[in-house]
């Protein structure tokens, strides 16, 4: 259990980041088509990592009232820890590996449908959260203060909703896993 908690902020935890990148810029277009994403990259700032993302708008976009056009140096950096994209995951693989087991393989059919728990986990917090702090930096820069869904999403996130995500999707993982004819 100890390698779950190392692995993540292990150099192998950071090549796994590295290679999510591509897939979560690509998400990000995806979800704001009005966004263009120029760089997306781990960095190492005083001995932690954080996910940067540079972006600029490809569209008009409306924000609050207001509808804010492109410009050509418009440009935009956020940035958020990197460990945090870990924690929804490793709770989920903790609790799977922790879980009682009453058959020697059941531990081992939990395997695939928890890695895609995982990537639904990883899909479901990353990228909405950087898109969330694009959102917050256009709404600060025009004065609009009403209430933002993805800026909500980022806030329960970061307020227990990942741990909430992961013993939610740990559940689900365990009820689709268990043996037949095991009731509660």
Do not use: K, N
Not at 54 to 60: D, G, H, K, T, Y
């Amino acid at each position: 259990m100890a390698v779950l908690l190392v692995v993540p902020w292990s150099p192998a935890g950071t090549a796994s980041m590295q290679a999510l990148l591509p897939a979560a810029q690509a998400w990000i277009t995806w979800l704001e088509p009005a966004l263009r994403v120029h760089a997306l990259r781990l960095v190492e700032t005083q001995g932690r990592s954080r996910l940067h993302m540079q972006v600029s708008l490809a569209q008009p976009v409306r924000v609050g009232e207001r509808e804010v056009q492109p410009h050509a140096r418009g440009r935009a950096w956020v940035s958020i820890p990197a460990g945090q994209a870990w924690q929804a995951p490793v709770l989920l693989a903790i609790v799977l590996v922790l879980w009682p087991s009453r058959r020697p393989l059941e531990r081992a059919w939990r395997v695939l449908p928890g890695l895609a728990a995982a990537l639904v986990l990883l899909a479901l917090d990353t990228p909405l959260v950087m898109l969330a702090e694009v959102r917050a930096l256009l709404r600060d820069a025009h004065g609009v203060r009403d209430v933002d869904a993805l800026v909500a999403w980022a806030d329960f996130l970061s307020h227990g909703g990942r741990a909430l995500m992961a013993l939610g999707a740990a559940a689900l993982v365990l009820r689709v896993t268990r043996p037949s004819g095991h009731h509660p």
